[in-house]
Structure formats: C-alpha cells, structure tokens
C-alpha cells in the first residue's frame, strides 16, 4: 500500500541553524501539506502546496519558513534559523485532490525536531 | 472559525469493553468531521470521516462515530476493545471555505487492559 515517508525520523540542531525536513509523498498525489505538534499540544497545520507554489498558510509559518519541491518525488520543509520554540513533531500529508474538506490526507510518521 | 474539543486525554478501557471517545466540535458552517489514528512510530490514519451524508458513520476496525448537530458531538465508539486499539486518536474538523486545511482536537490517548 502507498505510504507517505519522511526523513529523518528525529534531528537535533543546535539553535540558528537550518533545518531541512523531507518527504515524499504519495506518487499519484497532487496536495502537499505541513503540520506540527509541538510536545503537549495539538497538531496545527502549516501551510498547503499544489503546482508548485503555497495555496494556504498559517500564521506560524513565517518567513523562517519555506516549501519546495525540488523534483518529482520530494516535497520538503526548511527552516531558515531555527529557535527552541521550532523544536515539535513535524507531519507531512498529501491528498489527491483538494476539499471540499471530504478528501482523505495520507500522513507521514513525522520527523521529530529538538531545537538545542 | 471552527475548533474542535477532545474530552479526554487518556482513556483506559478492559479488553472486550465498550471505548468511547468523545469529541465536540465548534463551526460557523457545516463541518466535515474525521477521526485519525496514530499507533506508535506510524503517521496518522484516517478511521471514518462525516461528509453531511449519514450521521451515523462507519469506519475501519470496527469503529463508529455518531453526528449529533443539536450536541455538536462526534464521538467515537466500539463496541468491544482489542490489545490493538491501543493508540492515540484525534477528533479533527474542516469545512467548504477551510478548503484542506484541518483542526486537529488535542488527541485521546487509548490504553486497553488484558
């Protein structure tokens, strides 16, 4: 069955440093999509990406962050200088289509952030 | 906006009992309701999702959620627990205008008894 993966599955970096988190999603999927959750809290959405460019995003995702996917098959997370507050569990999802709200996101294991 | 409360952060049920978790929810506008799971070390799975159709919904694994407008609820029930309903679930909301964008509950986490 087609998975979502990601790597890797935990990184540690000291605070300023940046970060790239990958993914890829499922092969025939035309959604991409970032959360996180941060330890004891909910997971929040990030931001959404469809023909190469942001279709959404949230009020956390700053200009520290940043989307790409830079081939066929990757679709990655960077974070220009991380701070402690950056250090989370970061999911990656996609769907096949966009909503209306009824279409399934297949989600990755997520990558573990610590932010030193 | 929309949120979405999750009533309990841990539930312990004996293997062969009822699990109920609990979920309200709160929207402006007709919400699209999901359950996720997650079992550890794996990505979050989609259990069943309300899409205005049929209020009672069916999903994987033997569980059900009931759509209740007048309560705003949407919990999430089985009738008879196993070892491997172990893990964490999440009550999550989105609606027409939210387009992909989901609102994740803070999660119920599922311990089954021998």
């Known amino acids: 069955e087609p998975e979502v993966t990601q790597t890797p599955s935990h990184q540690v970096t000291q605070m300023g440093q940046e970060v790239i988190l990958r993914c890829v999603p499922i092969s025939n999927h035309l959604y991409f999509y970032w959360y996180r959750q941060i330890l004891g809290q909910k997971v929040e959405f990030l931001v959404s990406?469809?023909?190469?460019?942001?279709?959404?995003k949230s009020e956390i995702f700053d200009d520290q962050f940043s989307v790409e996917r830079p081939d066929g098959s990757n679709f990655t997370l960077k974070i220009r200088s991380t701070k402690l507050e950056d250090s989370a569990m970061y999911f990656c999802?996609?769907?096949?289509?966009?909503?209306?709200?009824?279409?399934?996101?297949?989600f990755g294991p997520g990558t573990r952030l610590t932010v030193l | 906006a929309q949120s979405v409360t999750q009533l309990d952060s841990h539930v312990s049920v004996s293997e062969g009992a009822l699990v109920l978790l609990r979920c309200n929810y709160s929207s402006s506008v007709p919400p699209y309701l999901f359950w996720y799971v997650q079992y550890p070390n794996q990505g979050l799975q989609l259990l069943l999702k309300y899409t205005s159709a049929a209020t009672l919904v069916k999903g994987i694994n033997g569980f059900e959620a009931e759509f209740k407008k007048s309560e705003t609820s949407f919990h999430l029930t089985k009738p008879s627990a196993h070892m491997s309903d172990a893990a964490e679930y999440f009550c999550?909301?989105?609606?027409?205008?939210?387009?992909?964008?989901?609102?994740f509950g803070g999660g119920t986490r599922v311990l089954v008894k021998p």
């Open positions: 999802a996609s769907s096949e289509v966009r909503g209306p709200g009824t279409v399934e996101q297949f």
């Open positions: 999550v909301v989105s609606h027409e205008a939210a387009g992909n964008k989901l609102t």
């Open positions: 990406f469809y023909n190469n460019e942001i279709s959404e």
